[in-house]
C-alpha cells in the first residue's frame, strides 16, 4: 500500500497545515472529539493512523497506563518520535487494515481522520472489537459520508465564481474517490453512514454518540471555517464493546 | 398549526402517489422499515402521523393488544377510518407534538415520515420517553438531515437540464425550511444527525440502529428511482428507552 503521507510534497504541504503546526488545537474538530474521550488514568490506549502522535501524548497526558500508536508513514512517525516522545508511548510503522495485537490487548481504541483511508471497515471494525477489553471504548472521527460521496471534496462554484453550495452525488455507490488535496491526488473510501454504524453494532458495539462537529465559535474567522457551517464535514463516533 | 394535508389540492395529489394508493408496498423505504420493526404480539402501539393508517393496520394485523394513531389531519382520518379498521385500532386527531398520554401507556412507538414536520424534536423525544416502558422501542423514519439542509429538496442540474447532483447547504442552521412538494409549499423542520441522536440519547434512549434505506432492486425502473441511489433521502432509527 502506498502511503500519501510518504510523498515529498504532500508531506512538506501537510506540515504546513496548523493542524500540523499548533497540534491538537490547530484541529477545527479538537474541541467535540475532547469532550466525548473517556479517562484514559491507567488505559492502555490504541490510536489507529496516530500521524505526529498529539493524540498519543494527550492520552499519555493524562494517566495512560501505555499507549500505541499506528502509522503507515515513516515520515509521520518520524516526527511523532521526535515531538510527541513520551516513556509509556510506543510507536509503531504498520497499516491499521494489517497490524494485529493479542485479543482485549487495550482499554481504550482512538482513531482521527484515519479510517476512511481503508477499504474494509467491516474488517478493521471487527479486529477492534477483539482487541478491546468487555465495555472498553472505541472513539474516532472520519470525513462525513457526506463530504466523501461525490469525490472531488470540493464545493459548487456559481458563475461569479462564489461558493453556491456543496455537491453529493452517488451516495450509495461505495468504495474508492480520489480527490485533490494540498496540491496532490488522495485516494480515500466513501462509506455510508449506516454502514459505518452497522459494522460496529454486528460487531458487539453499542452505539454512545455520533456527533457531526461544526467549527469552533473563536476559529470562525479563519477563512473559509465559516462556510463549514454549511457542509458536514467531519463524523465523531462514540461506541463501547459489549 | 396548519397542516398541508388538509389543503384539498395538496391531498388530492398526495393521494395520487405510489405510497398512497398501494399502501406500503408502494413505498420504497417499507422493506427497510420493516425489517426494523419489533414483533407486535400483545403490544401497545403508538403511531405518530399515522397518515392513512397503514402501519397501524400492520400492527393490528400482527397482533399488536391496542393500536393508536395520530394525525392532526382531518382528511387524512377519514380515509383512515375507512380503508384502514380494525377493532382495537383506535385514530385521533391531534398535532403529535401537543398530544398528551399517561406516562408508560406503549410498548411501541412507531413514526412514519411525520417528525420533520416538527419545530421541537427534543421536547417530543422526551414525551415519547415518558409514553414508553423501560425496554420500550421507538422506531421512525424522517427526511435525511442531507435531504432537509438546503431546503428546496431538488437536484442541481447542468446545463441541459440533467441532474448534475444534489446540493447541501446551512446543514448546522437548523430551523424552517419550505419546499415545493406535489405543487404546493410544504414547511419542514431541518435539524442534523447530531441533534436527532443526542435528543434520543440525552433522554435516556439507547440506539439500536441507523439505516439509510436505499432503494429496492424492483423499483429502479420507476422513473427517478434510479436517481435516489444518488443522494439519502430518508433515515431510520431504531432506539429502546432504557
Known amino acids: ?7 515529498e510534497e504532500f ?12 497540534g491538537l488545537d490547530g484541529a477545527g474538530e479538537w474541541q467535540t472529539l475532547k469532550d466525548l474521550l473517556p479517562d484514559f488514568k491507567g488505559k492502555r490506549v490504541l490510536d489507529l493512523g496516530c500521524g505526529y ?9 493524562h494517566g495512560a497506563a501505555s499507549v500505541v500508536g499506528v502509522d503507515l508513514s515513516e515520515k509521520m512517525l518520524e516526527v511523532a518520535r521526535k515531538k510527541n516522545t513520551f ?28 479510517i476512511h483511508y481503508i477499504a474494509d471497515f467491516g474488517k478493521l471494525a471487527k479486529n477492534i472489537a477483539q482487541w478491546l477489553v ?6 474516532f472521527s472520519v470525513e462525513h459520508p457526506i463530504f466523501t460521496a461525490e469525490g ?24 474508492k474517490r480520489t480527490a485533490h488535496f494540498l496540491g496532490s491526488d488522495v485516494t480515500k473510501y466513501h462509506r455510508t453512514l449506516t454502514t ?41 463516533v462514540k461506541a463501547e464493546k459489549e
Open 87 to 114: 516513556s509509556n508511548i510506543t510507536y509503531l510503522q504498520a497499516s491499521i487494515d494489517e497490524v494485529t495485537f493479542e485479543a482485549e490487548s487495550f482499554d481504550i481504541v482512538i482513531s482521527s481522520l484515519a
Open 53 to 61: 502522535g498529539w493524540h498519543c501524548l494527550y492520552a499519555a497526558d
Open 1 to 7: 500500500m502506498n502511503n500519501i503521507y510518504d510523498n
Open 152 to 175: 472531488s471534496q470540493d464545493w459548487s462554484y456559481d458563475e461569479a465564481g462564489k461558493i453556491a453550495h456543496f455537491p453529493v452525488d452517488n451516495y450509495f455507490y461505495e468504495g
Open 134 to 139: 468487555p465495555e472498553g471504548q472505541l472513539i
Open 196 to 236: 459505518y454504524l452497522d459494522n460496529l453494532l454486528t460487531n458487539g458495539f453499542q452505539i454512545k454518540r455520533i456527533v457531526e462537529p461544526m467549527p469552533p465559535e473563536n476559529m470562525l474567522d479563519i477563512p473559509g471555517m465559516q462556510d463549514e457551517m454549511r457542509r458536514p464535514m467531519m463524523l465523531i
Open 11 to 22: 508531506f512538506e504541504s501537510y506540515s504546513q497545515m496548523a493542524r500540523s503546526q499548533k
